[in-house]
């Protein structure tokens, strides 16, 4: 036993040299990644990384096995500083624990790349796969987590008109594409150079290997043209206009213990409202038709104890115009040992009070709610941090001066599904109430992404109201109209248009979804076909069954994958050999 982990030490550090050049590019592609996310926001980066990515998965060394390594390591360079603000909630082992789970997801990728590969195509087809895995991401477990589909990095580039298309994951397929489709181009070029000598054949490129990925190319940069105008008129027009508030009132102190200040939070936000009613009759801002509140502005059930409801109406009665107010509710089944409750907005009128209300329908895992409390509360001391929140129903939609306003709250806006029910359910203008007061500036710029990226999909303004910011409103074309700054009380007080028009992504963006999920399935069986692993037993049965015995010695390359060896010619053999 003793002689054994020297041994092995000794075989991994052998290991280690061929595959050096591959390491460092998977590390630097997620990297590239990350970075193509606010704060950074390069969202270029997302493509050179998608180049990267393709160049390690295709070389013609990199085995099933490999890909699923590479992609194992591309995916831990990427989420772990990407989600670094989860540690503030619960540390530093969940926040390294989901990193690793989410992953998997493209560890699974790259098995999958690999073995696609050999077809004909491939640069389309990784894109296909990489829309797959984030739909599978986004799904499971425990209802998915969307954090870091591609599409979302992208809010601040040229290409984000294309999710009017199609939605979220018609971006990401457009970006995947152009970054396979780049990897592609560079092989045929560098394959061109090295055989244009004097001394070499001066062989062209292939006319596939430069066709397939200058079509794709051609085409996301068509469709881009296609959608950026009516992207750029969105936010004219002759719609009736309406005038939105959002009142960012603070927390005395970031972190987990903002539940023990409530009644200071709800202070703080009827305090900003009163401001902005003193600055109306001055004159400094307009009167609004109503206020949005942010998700947990009142942690203070108002439905059960009057002095917080007495303070909302207050602030109602001053600005004179209703609030969606961000609540608390003890649902009817609570108890001591099982205190469910609703996150919910509640539009609080100015005379009769208490009105329509929406319940969130997504609620958080191992946030708002812990999936298997039972097992969870032996692992970790956090657990017991988890609330009881259950998920509501109804429409996504809530009347606010009789505007129908859609609501996801907080969490929800993450989730293709939520605004558009909404919108589908006739809302002409979109809230997004959130509480970031347990994260860090950082994560609030992220999901202000994912709120930039709802108002293109949609052709909605969007107001985000955050307990400590970032809050914002956002015309259709993804623009800023304003924003406050983060960790300070402030509002805002805009004019909106009400819209009324469905987009494309609106109708048919599950369609879209579906119509790519099931192409890349078609893909992986195309691609077992391909290499022939259904015939491989029938083959070797038929050869045991002629000559008496089973054959023994080589075999083909899936099955007997070439050694890893020296990469400085990885481009070009990828040509020449185009398997594994």
Known sequence: MADEKPGRLRRIAAALPPRAFRLLATVSAGLLMYISFPPIGWWWSAIVSFALLSWVLVHPKTTLAGGLGYGFLYGLAFYIPLLPWISGLVGPVPWLLLAALQALFTAVFGMFAVLARRLPGWPLWLALLWVMQEWLKSSVPFGGFPWGVVGFGQTRGPFLALVQFGGVPLLSFAIAVLGTSLCALATEIVHWWQHSGPDTSGEAPSLAGVLVPGLCVMAVLLGTALAAPPVRRAGAGNEPTVTVAAIQGNVPRLGLDFNSQRRAVLDNHVSETVQLAEDVKAGRAPQPQFVVWPENSSDIDPLTNADAAQQISVAAQAIGAPILVGAVLARPDWTPENPTASNTIIVWDAVSGPGERHDKQIVQPFGEYLPWRSFFKHLSSYADRAGYFVPGSGSGVVHAAGVPVGVATCWEVIFDRALRQSVRNGAQVLAVPTNNATFDQNMSEQQLAFARARAVELDRYVV?????????????????????????????????????????????????????????????????????????????????????????????????????????????????????
């Open 464 to 580: 985000v109201a955050g307990t400590t910011g970032i809050s914002a409103v956002i015309a259709p074309d993804g623009s800023e109209i304003a924003r406050t700054q983060f960790f300070t009380p402030a509002y805002l007080d805009v004019p909106v248009r009400l819209k009324t028009t469905e987009t494309p992504a609106t109708r048919w963006g599950p369609l879209v979804q579906w119509v790519l999920v099931g192409a890349a399935v078609a893909v992986i069986a195309a691609a077992i076909l391909h290499n022939g692993w259904f015939m491989r037993p029938l083959r070797r049965r038929r050869r045991e069954g002629d000559d008496g015995s089973s054959m023994s010695g080589g075999g083909d390359d899936e099955n007997n994958p070439p050694d890893e060896g020296d990469t400085s010619s990885a481009l070009a053999g990828q040509r020449d050999k185009g398997d594994s």
